[in-house]
């Protein structure tokens, strides 16, 4: 969203709390490449990390399986605005948590690492840019598209 309607190209010190939690929980519990903790939602973490049940999220997510072009639909609702907004309230108290985490709990792991890691996440932003919709029917048979593997 931000390379294509602001043009932004690159980002610098990107906070994945994803990949975050994903380190921070194989570090603690030496559990390196269990796939079951590489995917968490951000409701996830707010529970786990902040002890807060975020209800919005559910209703949230009942409305986009109702409606998958919600986000698309213009100007956005007054409602999709304040969950967007909410959902970023959180973040800097979840990084803190990391923060301490690794300074505290962790031996082999420091917020530079974490930061190292998201940074590499950061060209798929990149892939397939010439193609400027994913609707299956104006994909031309053969065209390569790239994926993310981890």
Known sequence: MLYNNCNIKELEGVF???????????????????????????????????????????????????NPYLWKTRPISKKLNFYAGSDVLYLPKIYNIFCECCEKNLKNLNINDILKECKKYLSYVNINLKIKNFNKTNIAINTIVQGLIK
Request: aromatic share 8%; with cysteine; charged share 25%.
């Open 16 to 66: 994945d709390t994803q990949i975050a939690h994903r380190m921070c929980y194989d570090n603690l519990y030496n559990t390196k490449g269990d796939s079951k903790n590489v995917s968490i939602s951000l409701a996830s973490l707010i529970k786990i990390y902040l002890g807060i049940e975020y209800e919005l999220k559910g209703e949230m997510h009942h409305l986009m399986s109702k």
